[in-house]
T-cell receptor
C-alpha cells in the first residue's frame, strides 16, 4: 500500500516570502500522480497543483511550483510571494495510475501554513 | 465554473440514528467518491463508485455505510446507525476519469451526540 508522509505539521512564513512544504511517499509503482490540495478555514479541499510521475518537468501554477524527485520519492511544494490568502492546511496526495479514474487518493497528514503579515 | 455541491453543510444527529449525506457531482463526471476527515486528522478514503456500483471501499466502510446514485444527479452516503466516532467532515468528490483530478465539495460536518 502507498503511504504519504508530511513531516512538517506547521510552517509559517512572512508575507511576500517563499516557503517550501515537504512531502515524501512510498510506492512500488513506477507511474502515478501526485497532488497538493489546499484546505482553508472554510474546509473545502482545493486542488493547488498536480504532477504526473512520468513527466520529468516540475509542474508550475503561477506562484506555486513543485520539486519532484522521483528517485527520492519526494514531492515538495514551493509557494513564492506568499499572500495572506495562502494560509491554510496543505495536503499532499498520491494516486495510483489508471485509465479508469476510479483510484482513490491517499493523503498525508497535512501541513498548517501560517502567513505572518 | 462547475462545482461539487454537498448538503447539508452541518448535520447534527443522535447516536443510533440514520443520516443521509447528499452530494451533487459535476454533471459530466462519471466517478464518485466519499472521504472522511476526523477533526485534526488526515483525509481518509471511504468508497469509490462507478457505473452504479462500488468500485473500491476501505475498511472504514463497513455494513453501516451505503452509497447510491438514486436519480442520476445525486450521490448519497447513508450511515444506518451512527456512532460517536462517525463525527467527522465528510467530503464528496468526482472526476471525469480522463484528467485524474478529483474535485471536492465543501464537505458536510456530521456531529453525532
Amino acid at each position: 500500500a502507498q503511504t504519504v508522509t508530511q513531516s512538517q505539521p506547521e510552517m509559517s512564513v512572512q508575507e511576500a516570502e517563499t516557503v517550501t512544504l515537504s512531502c515524501t511517499y512510498d510506492t512500488s509503482e513506477s507511474d502515478y500522480y501526485l497532488f497538493w490540495y489546499k484546505q482553508p478555514p472554510s474546509r473545502q479541499m482545493i486542488l493547488v497543483i498536480r504532477q504526473e510521475a512520468y513527466k520529468q518537468q516540475n509542474a508550475t501554477e503561477n506562484r506555486f511550483s513543485v520539486n519532484f524527485q522521483k528517485a527520492a520519492k519526494s514531492f515538495s511544494l514551493k509557494i513564492s510571494d506568499s499572500q495572506l490568502g495562502d494560509a491554510a492546511m496543505y495536503f499532499c496526495a498520491y494516486r495510483s495510475p489508471t485509465n479508469f479514474g476510479n483510484e482513490k487518493l491517499t493523503f498525508g497528514t497535512g501541513t498548517r501554513l501560517t502567513i505572518i503579515p | 465554473e462547475p462545482e461539487v455541491t454537498q448538503t447539508p453543510s452541518h448535520q447534527v444527529t443522535q447516536m443510533g440514528q440514520e443520516v443521509i449525506l447528499r452530494c451533487v457531482p459535476i454533471s459530466n463526471h462519471l466517478y464518485f467518491y466519499w472521504y472522511r476527515q476526523i477533526l485534526g486528522q488526515k483525509v481518509e478514503f471511504l468508497v469509490s463508485f462507478y457505473n452504479n456500483e462500488i468500485s473500491e471501499k476501505s475498511e472504514i466502510f463497513d455494513d453501516q455505510f451505503s452509497v447510491e446514485r438514486p436519480d442520476g444527479s445525486n450521490f448519497t452516503l447513508k450511515i444506518r446507525s451512527t456512532k460517536l466516532e462517525d463525527s467527522a467532515m465528510y467530503f464528496c468528490a468526482s472526476t471525469t476519469g480522463a484528467k485524474n483530478i478529483q474535485y471536492f465539495g465543501a464537505g458536510t460536518r456530521l456531529s453525532v451526540l
